[in-house]
């Protein structure tokens, strides 16, 4: 049984840092490109940042680039968000992603990701 269990969520005041974590487990991970979403409250899931299995291409939404960093550990099983300069409008509940492709860059589609975590919140604070 495949498991994607987040951590690392909180409330933070804006400019802070978080790190975001996601172990894996029942899957060959190596075989997966990793990525992160985000949902707002009414809004809809968008993506976040992505990494592929081969070579650990990354891929950013503009709005987090250069703020966020996606790595992944292939030791440990687990993909990790680095999030720095954080922002009122960051706050949302974080999913992590599994897709078994091999897509360079990564897919940004949520459509394309084969499994799902259950997500953990990040609270920014004015």
């Known amino acids: 049984q495949v498991q994607l269990v987040e951590s690392g969520g909180g409330l933070v005041q804006a400019g802070g840092s978080l790190r975001l974590s996601c172990a894996a487990s029942?899957?060959?991970?190596?075989?997966?490109?990793m990525g992160w979403f985000r949902q707002a409250p009414g809004k809809e899931r968008e993506f976040v940042a992505a990494i592929t299995r081969d070579y650990g291409v990354t891929l950013y939404a503009d709005s987090v680039k250069g703020r966020f960093t996606i790595s992944r550990d292939n030791a440990k099983i687990t993909v990790y968000l680095q999030m720095n300069s954080l922002k009122p409008e960051d706050t949302a509940v974080y999913y992590c992603?599994?897709?078994?492709?091999?897509?360079?860059?990564?897919?940004?589609?949520?459509?394309?990701?084969?499994?799902w975590g259950q997500g953990t919140q990040v609270t920014v604070s004015s």
């Open positions: 992603a599994a897709d078994l492709g091999r897509r360079i860059p990564p897919p940004t589609s949520q459509l394309e990701y084969d499994y």
């Open positions: 029942g899957l060959t991970f190596t075989s997966y490109s």
